[in-house]
């Protein structure tokens, strides 16, 4: 237990569906990060939220859609999603202006996209 | 782009210290060097991070070479439940805005 919750664990929807993807965390942490992993590739990192402010997005495609309402939840929108978009979805968090800075990582969303 | 060099794979017998080298010959001074984990299908794990001093906790100890280029975590008892890809990343602390980035980190199986 990392302290950093995302629900579902897992998923499958069809190409027209929509859904979301939820991250929680009480750590008090004031960054979080989504993350994508396809089967045998290196995460990679897709959006960063700094104080619920969007600071990074990695190239990422418009069919997936972030939302941090406040520091202690994100949210990653899915609609009209690909088959190869099937993969594990990590959320982590980590405190900002700390020297331990380390990330938590939640157990992540299995998604299959049908 | 991942800054560090791992093999991508080593075994280890159960009960032995497990040794993974990295090397980061392009860290800057200001950044530290971090190592976590990710066993099957589960979020990454946080392990030990450095500067410059060696560092042990509960789980490993971190060995940073005087130069900083490279250096070896380990596992001084490996069990079957540390097999596992173990990654290797410099950044700078104290920002949300250094997030951390993956390379494709060292597979180790610790074999009985």
């Known amino acids: 237990e990392t302290g950093v919750t995302q629900t579902p664990r897992h998923l499958v929807m069809g190409m027209t569906n929509k859904k979301s993807l939820k991250c929680e965390q009480h750590?008090?942490?004031?960054?979080m990060y989504w993350y994508k992993q396809s089967a045998k590739k290196p995460l990679e990192l897709m959006f960063v939220?700094?104080?619920?402010?969007?600071?990074e997005n990695n190239s990422v495609p418009s069919r997936f859609s972030p939302e941090c309402p406040n520091s202690s939840h994100l949210f990653l929108h899915l609609h009209t999603l690909q088959p190869e978009d099937s993969a594990l979805y990590l959320c982590?968090?980590?405190?900002?202006?700390?020297?331990?800075?380390?990330?938590?990582f939640g157990q992540g969303t299995r998604l299959t996209v049908v | 782009d991942a800054k560090t060099t791992q093999p991508p794979s080593m075994d280890c017998a159960e009960g032995r210290a497990a040794n993974l080298p990295c090397n980061h010959s392009?860290?800057?001074?200001?950044?530290?060097v971090y190592w976590y984990r990710q066993i099957h299908s589960q979020g990454p794990q946080y392990i030990i991070h450095?500067?410059?001093n060696n560092e042990t906790n509960e789980m490993a100890s971190l060995i940073i070479t005087e130069d900083r280029k490279s250096s070896t975590l380990i596992l001084p008892h490996a069990t079957l439940r540390d097999t596992a890809v173990y990654y290797c990343?410099?950044?700078?602390?104290?920002?949300?805005?250094?997030?951390?980035?993956f390379g494709k980190g060292t597979r180790l199986s610790v074999i009985a």
């Open positions: 982590a968090s980590s405190p900002v202006g700390d020297r331990n800075t380390e990330a938590f």
């Open positions: 750590l008090g942490h004031n960054a």
């Open positions: 939220y700094n104080f619920k402010e969007q600071t």
């Open positions: 392009t860290i800057s001074g200001n950044e530290y």
């Open positions: 450095g500067l410059k």
């Open positions: 990343i410099v950044r700078v602390p104290y920002s949300g805005n250094t997030p951390l980035v």
